[in-house]
């Protein structure tokens, strides 16, 4: 049974850094993507940034590319997001992801994921 265990969220004032962690059980993860969404509140559940199979090639939403990077340790099946200069708006509830079938090309919409771990909240004070 595939598993994912989300953690490393807290309180950062802005300007600030974190880094979350997703563990992963259940498979061997290096033939699947993985991704990272996040839920604000009254807001719906929205893309942020994930990590292809193979070659490990990223992709990230527009508000956060530059200031975030997704990365992944095969071995240690976990998948990391390092958060920099972390603004008011990026407060929310993040979630790590995983789909149903490896080499998959489609990681954009929560659609494309069936796995999905408990969510951490992160909070950024202005």
């Known amino acids: 049974q595939v598993q994912l265990v989300d953690s490393g969220g807290g309180l950062v004032q802005a300007g600030g850094s974190l880094r979350l962690s997703c563990a992963a059980s259940?498979?061997?993860?290096?033939?699947?993507?993985m991704g990272w969404f996040r839920q604000a509140p009254g807001k719906e559940r929205e893309f942020v940034a994930a990590?292809?199979?193979?070659?490990?090639?990223?992709y990230y939403s527009d508000s956060v590319k530059g200031r975030f990077t997704i990365s992944r340790d095969n071995a240690k099946n976990t998948v990391y997001l390092q958060m920099n200069s972390l603004k008011p708006e990026d407060t929310a509830v993040y979630y790590c992801a995983a789909p149903e079938r490896p080499f998959s090309y489609s990681w954009y919409a929560n659609d494309d994921y069936t796995y999905w771990g408990q969510g951490t909240q992160v909070t950024v004070s202005s």
């Open positions: 259940g498979r061997t993860f290096s033939s699947y993507h």
């Open positions: 990590i292809r199979w193979g070659v490990g090639s990223t």
